[in-house]
C-alpha cells in the first residue's frame, strides 16, 4: 500500500492506496482528516497512525512506501523518523530534485509550496490545460497552470478560518460564529451578519480573483477547488467548476509513481 500525507499548517489529510502491479496504485481505499501534530513525538504520532489503520483493520506493515508533501518544515525530520520506525520506508517528500512532470516558471521556483505543486500535477492530469487550482486551507492559494502544464504561478489570500478569527479577536463585542451559507443575503441578527459578511464577502474574494485570472488565462481555462472549505465556497462560487477533495493526494499518488525508478531503491529499509 501507498500511505500520501499532505502535512498544512492546520490540518493534515492522508489517503493509503492499493498498489498493483510494480508499485503502481490503484484504488484509494482509506483517508483521514486530523489536526497537524505541531507538539507531538515520533512515538505519539507512531501511535496515533497504528491506530487509525488499527479501526480500519488495516495493516501497517502492509505500507510499501510513503510520499509527504509538507509545508511545515519543523515537522520534516519527525515525518521521516515516524516512516523509518513504524513503516520501515523511506519517504518520498516533495522537494527540489523530484520528477513531477511539472515545469515551474516562476521568478524562484524553489519558493513554490510542495501543496501547490501537488495540487497542479493532478489538476493537470485530470482537467488539462489552462487551469486553476483553488486550494481553500489556512491560506487559499490560487495556482495556475498553462495549456503546456507549466506552473505559472498564482496568488495567495487569508484563508476564511483566518479572515473570521482576525474579526473576531479585534471586535470584542462579535461572537464566534460557525461559518456556513446563511439563510439570507439581508441580515437582521449579529449572527446571521457575519455569516452573510464571512461567506458572501470570501466568495467575492475567490470570484473576483478567478474572474481575473480567466481573462488573462483565456474563456476555456479550467477551475477546479480543493481544500476543507471548497464545497462550502464552491456551492456560491460563479467560477469554479469543479470540487476535488482529494485532489492533493491524487497528485501524491502520481508523483510517487513518476519516482519509482529511482527511489524504490531506498525505499522499504530494514526493521528498526
Known amino acids: 500500500m501507498l500511505l500520501a500525507l499532505d502535512v498544512g499548517n492546520t490540518n493534515t489529510v492522508m489517503g493509503l492506496y492499493r498498489l498493483a502491479h510494480e508499485g503502481v496504485a490503484t484504488e484509494m481505499i482509506a483517508n483521514w482528516r486530523i489536526t497537524t501534530p505541531s507538539k507531538q513525538t515520533t512515538d505519539e504520532f507512531g501511535m496515533m497512525l497504528r491506530s487509525l489503520f488499527a479501526l480500519r483493520g488495516l495493516e501497517v506493515g502492509a505500507v510499501q512506501g510513503v510520499a509527504v508533501s509538507s509545508v511545515v ?9 515516524v516512516c523509518e520506525m513504524y513503516f520501515h520506508v523511506k519517504p518520498l517528500f516533495i522537494e527540489p530534485g523530484v520528477r513531477t512532470g511539472l515545469p515551474v516558471l516562476t521568478d ?6 510542495a501543496d501547490r505543486i501537488v495540487n497542479s500535477v493532478a489538476a493537470f492530469e485530470r482537467f488539462g490545460g489552462p487551469t486553476i487550482v483553488v486550494d481553500m486551507g489556512t491560506a487559499t492559494t490560487f495556482d495556475v497552470i498553462s495549456k503546456k502544464g507549466e506552473f505559472l504561478g498564482g496568488a495567495i489570500a487569508p484563508g476564511l478560518g483566518i479572515s473570521a478569527d482576525a474579526l473576531f479577536a479585534r471586535a470584542a463585542r462579535l ?23 464571512l461567506y458572501y464577502g470570501y ?10 485570472m480567466i481573462a488573462e488565462m483565456g474563456p476555456e481555462t479550467k477551475t477546479v477547488a480543493t481544500g476543507g472549505l471548497a464545497k462550502l465556497i464552491a ?15 491524487t497528485g501524491l499518488r502520481i508523483i510517487y509513481e ?5 527511489h524504490k531503491s531506498g525505499g522499504r529499509r530494514a526493521s528498526v
Do not use: C, F, H, W
Open 73 to 81: 518544515p519543523p515537522l520534516d525530520s519527525m515525518l521521516r523518523r
Open 108 to 113: 524562484n521556483p524553489t519558493e513554490v509550496g
Open 175 to 197: 461572537p464566534r460564529i460557525d461559518v456556513k451559507k446563511p439563510a439570507k443575503v439581508i441580515g437582521t441578527g449579529t449572527v446571521d451578519n457575519i455569516q452573510i459578511g
Open 203 to 212: 466568495i467575492g474574494l475567490v470570484d473576483g480573483i478567478l474572474e481575473r
Open 235 to 249: 456551492g456560491g462560487s460563479k467560477y469554479i467548476g469543479a470540487v476535488d477533495e482529494m485532489l492533493t493526494l
Open 258 to 262: 513518476r519516482n519509482m525508478d529511482r
